[in-house]
């Protein structure tokens, strides 16, 4: 068991922890986990792909051995997938039966007053618990041990999905009309939200949450992600690849590579048993971390310096 009094003691007992479980952070990061757990606030997490946020809240889950339970989000996800929905196969089948035992259900009934009234009954246990098919919200909220819950990509959502966002992020519970208010267990779950910046998140969401910036790391930084994530990578070459990968981030490209990128370059140069970068190989492996063909054709003419550059550095 993860011992969560010694984990959660101070900022830099958790920047610790994170970096015992490979996830190298910032202190801001680590900062921003503290006040998490601390202030029970769900963090939205922003900035570009590929720089760590879902593997924070995953982090996270396997930091605190609580369940991750994540949302993906999408254009037009509505409630039905994202907090609860009926079961409408089961509803349907004990109507069938209902209908084959009418006579018994009506029996005594004196009148179409008392025959609508019994009628009811029957339509509100179609409408109870048994009946009700949590999605991740509600389930997130259920847990009796508490969780992490991942709402990843908000910002592909619509606007109206955040609406529904806004009474989790603020009292932990949900309002279902035909039940009635679900609250969160006595330890409610932590929340991260992440978020690329493809639109605006709205003011009401925002002041519901804790705000984390995550922007591309610098060279230091990054150099200790890669030793943490290929450890088996001879320290020169690591020193070189991440030079390269900063030199790229300068140049005017459709997408940069972000973390991810470089340490899946670091995992393809193991593969190929590199010990040091040469345009060449740099050429073949171009596709590992730059994502689009017209930033791999306008790279080309450049590789040669850079490639040089790094290595008299």
Not at 80 to 99: F, H, N, P, R
Not at 215 to 222: A, K, R, V
Not at 262 to 286: G, K, N, P, Q
Request: proline share 5%.
């Amino acid at each position: 068991m993860a011992d969560i009094d010694s984990i959660t003691e101070s900022v830099q007992s958790i920047q610790a922890a994170f970096e015992r479980h490979n996830y190298v952070c910032s202190k801001q990061i680590a900062t921003a986990v503290y006040l998490a757990y601390k202030l029970q606030k769900p963090v939205l997490i922003e900035g570009p792909p590929g720089v760590g946020k879902t593997e924070l809240a995953k982090t996270t889950s396997e930091l605190f051995e609580l369940p991750l339970i994540r949302l993906q989000c999408y254009e037009g996800l509505d409630e039905s997938k994202a907090i609860y929905e009926w079961k409408y196969g089961k509803q349907l089948l004990y109507t069938q039966v209902l209908k084959e035992t009418l006579d018994e259900v009506l029996q005594g009934a004196k009148g179409f007053a008392q025959s609508v009234s019994r009628l009811h009954e029957f339509g509100d246990i179609f409408f109870s618990e048994e009946f009700l098919e949590p999605r991740p919200l509600l389930k997130a909220l259920r847990e009796e041990e508490g969780c992490v819950l991942l709402i990843d990509e908000v910002d592909k959502s619509d606007h109206e999905f955040e609406s529904l966002l806004l009474e989790i992020l603020s009292d932990y519970q949900v309002s279902i009309p035909e039940i009635g208010t679900v609250k969160a267990q006595s330890v409610p779950p932590m929340v991260f939200l992440t978020s690329n910046n493809t639109r605006e998140i709205s003011d009401a969401l925002k002041r519901r949450c804790l705000h984390l910036y995550i922007p591309f790391p610098d060279m230091e930084l990054e150099q200790r992600i890669i030793h943490a994530r290929v450890p088996e990578v001879p320290p020169e070459l690591q020193r070189q690849m991440v030079a390269f990968i900063q030199e790229l981030r300068e140049l005017d490209l459709k997408k940069v590579p972000a973390i991810s990128e470089t340490i899946d370059w670091a995992r393809t140069l193991m593969l190929l048993h590199t010990e040091s970068l040469d345009a060449d190989l740099v050429r073949d492996t171009l596709n590992v971390i730059l994502k689009f063909q017209e930033d791999i054709v306008n790279v080309d003419s450049e590789i040669a310096a850079i490639t040089n550059k790094i290595k008299n550095a």
